[in-house]
């Protein structure tokens, strides 16, 4: 031992080692090596988290008069439990010196500190085997067998062997349990908004809307914690009661809490990331059926990677989120031209707290949307037939369904209902809310990538030029852009597309979520869309083919909510923490509970995708 630091006493076996060695050293001692021993620890017990060695050393000479630096002393205060080093330094002192001191350490020592005897620790009890007869008849009133489950958008569906609906987080866990004893898949659902297969299972799915819960409401440091089934339009309620809001928001409200934030859900505005960026901390069930808690403090890589992780890693039950205090936007919306917009773009993104923009493709009509923070009392415009539901709905359905038919309109039906709707500018103040959500209307095919600012404008005009030509610019479709961004599709015809409006432009600030589109870079969301008129298809898979080619290009990500063809190959190479998140859920869920056909697709390696 180095003498010169400062040792806390932690081992007594050594202790006791030691002081047994001086006694056998002495044999006329009359004191035995177990009495001393015994005594020894017990002191030793009392001082273990305290005491230091020159502390218990001067202890000693108070206690016995003797000198603790003479050699004999030296023997007792050595807790390395080296034998040849108490014996070398055995001094030749009388035996009835060593029967006295031993025999005043033993009776004077509980003068100096409460001899406390340590705690048995429990016994860890062997977890008595599940019974999976037993766990079907407690889970069978919370089960729909064989029920189909559709998405929001009726573009995917599935058979799920069992559908879940569980009241408590509890009942989570027994889910977990059963599926893990009979090799079931498990995925989690919310609002089912997802326009993918990413919900879909042909296993245990779990239904997550009766977890919707309130927590906890921290007025002071204005965050909320609530189950993550909850939907965002009763968080908005709960919330207004407090006088607090979501500092952002994305096109609606339908979605639940654990959906949102698992898929990177974003609003715009160039100061404020994607909502994922606003969860504080979390709670998830994993493979095992173990409650994990992670933050931004605690595990903090479970956390970042927990955070948007599509349901792979777990069942998400709570989330703290940061919130802000109430406020109204003021929302301005005028009418541009494509080429003015892309040109002055970096200014416009800045020109408010929230931008976004929608391009009606077939034309260079662009719409700027802005919203500002304000106190002025709440004002909407008067109703027109312009701005009306039954003409954006019913009208405009009712036309797209007519161009299924004939698709040579629709350059002329976007200009219609550019003109009927967007030609004028618009105002109004509203509740945060009210004006960030606005109706999606009806079923649709979407997709939607996520690229650097920079590349913005030069995205946008290839979009233009592969609208109306059919043809990706051979300058982006090169081997190495094509390879690099792990797609599978190409285009081949060269006929100009007919596709629906509007595109959507939006821009968000980077943050550090591990999978986040926006992860490490101040990112333009750009969406497309292809309207499904009463529910009916429509040709889409060029257009998307084409647009991946393109935002792969310019090192796009895509979102994850949405269907896409990047491989995990791709994907690797766009996110540079894919490697770390896949090390994570193989930890969490060796087996592969959790996966399904899209989670399979993308973050899975294709070496291992057949294993899981």
């Known amino acids: ?51 230091s060695t020159s502390t218990f050393t001067t202890s000693i000479a108070a206690v016995t008069g003797y000198d603790t630096h003479d050699a004999a002393s030296t023997t007792f205060i050595s807790l390395d439990g080296d034998d040849e080093v108490a014996s070398s330094y055995y001094p030749p002192t009388p035996p009835q010196v060593y029967d006295e001191m031993i025999e005043k350490i033993v009776s004077e020592t509980k003068t100096l500190v409460e001899v406390v005897t340590p705690p048995t620790p429990p016994k860890t009890p062997t977890p008595a085997p599940v ?20 998405n929001w958008a009726r573009t995917f569906r599935c058979v799920p062997e069992q559908y879940y609906t569980p009241n408590t987080e509890a009942e989570i866990v027994k889910i977990i349990h059963l599926a893990r004893i009979l090799g ?192 002025k009392e709440i004002s909407t415009p008067k109703p027109s037939w312009r701005t009306s539901h039954w003409f954006n709905f019913h009208i405009y359905q009712g036309l797209l369904n007519i161009c299924r038919y004939i698709p040579g309109l629709i350059p002329t039906l976007s200009r219609f209902m550019f003109w009927a709707t967007q030609s004028k500018p618009l105002e109004r103040v509203d509740d945060s809310v009210k004006v960030f959500n606005f109706d999606c209307l009806f079923p649709q095919y979407v997709n939607e990538w996520s690229i650097p600012w920079r590349h913005t404008a030069e995205a946008l005009r290839a979009l233009d030029k592969f609208i109306e030509s059919g043809r990706v610019p051979d300058e982006l479709t090169s081997k190495d852009n094509a390879s690099s961004s792990g797609l599978v599709q190409k285009t081949s015809s060269s ?59 310019f090192d796009g990500r895509p979102h994850w909510a949405k269907a896409h063809s990047v491989s995990y190959a791709g994907l690797e190479k766009a996110y540079p923490k894919m490697a770390q998140f896949t090390e994570i859920r193989e930890t969490l869920d060796p087996e592969g509970m959790f996966l399904n056909d899209y989670l399979r697709r993308h973050l899975v390696p294709e070496e291992k995708a057949l294993s899981v």
Request: glycine share 4%; proline share 5%; charged share 20%.
């Open 1 to 51: 031992m180095n003498q010169s630091q400062e040792q806390p006493y932690q081992d007594l076996d050594e202790l006791s080692i030691v002081v047994a060695d001086t006694t056998t050293h002495n044999p006329n001692s009359t004191v035995s090596t177990s009495t001393f021993t015994t005594a020894t620890i017990a002191t030793m017990t009392a001082t273990t988290t305290t005491t």
């Open 495 to 553: 006929s100009p597309l007919k596709v629906h409006f509007p595109v959507e432009i939006r821009f968000v600030k980077k943050d550090n979520v591990w999978l986040s589109p926006a992860y490490g870079v101040d990112s333009c969301y750009i969406g497309i869309i292809m309207y499904r008129p009463y529910g009916k298809p429509v040709p889409y898979k060029r257009f998307w083919a084409g647009y991946e080619q393109i935002m792969g290009a």
């Open 131 to 150: 019974d999976p007869s037993r766990l079907k008849q407690e889970l069978q009133a919370l089960s729909t067998p064989k029920r189909t489950f559709e």
């Open 184 to 375: 079931k898949k498990v995925k989690a659902i919310g609002t089912g908004h997802s326009p993918s297969d990413l919900a879909c299972t042909d296993g245990f799915m779990i239904n997550t809307d009766k977890l919707d819960h309130l927590i906890e409401v921290d007025q002071k440091n204005m965050t909320i914690t609530v189950e993550a089934g909850m939907k965002l339009h009763k968080l908005h309620d709960i919330l207004e009661l407090h006088e607090l809001a979501m500092s952002n928001l994305g096109s609606i409200s339908d979605q639940s809490v654990a959906g949102v934030m698992s898929t990177a859900t974003h609003g715009t505005g160039a100061e404020y990331p994607s909502l994922c960026a606003s969860v504080l901390d979390m709670t998830m069930i994993t493979a095992t059926g173990e409650r994990l808690y992670c933050s931004k403090t605690v595990q903090p890589d479970i956390f970042n990677a927990a955070v948007c992780s599509l349901g792979s890693l777990g069942i998400i039950t709570t989330m703290t989120l940061q919130c802000e205090p109430a406020f109204r936007l003021e929302n301005k919306q005028e009418p541009a031209k494509l080429d003015h917009v892309l040109n002055n773009l970096d200014s416009i993104i800045h020109s408010a707290e929230h931008v976004r923009l929608w391009w009606y493709p077939h034309t260079d009509n662009v719409v700027i949307w802005r919203a500002n923070r304000t106190t």
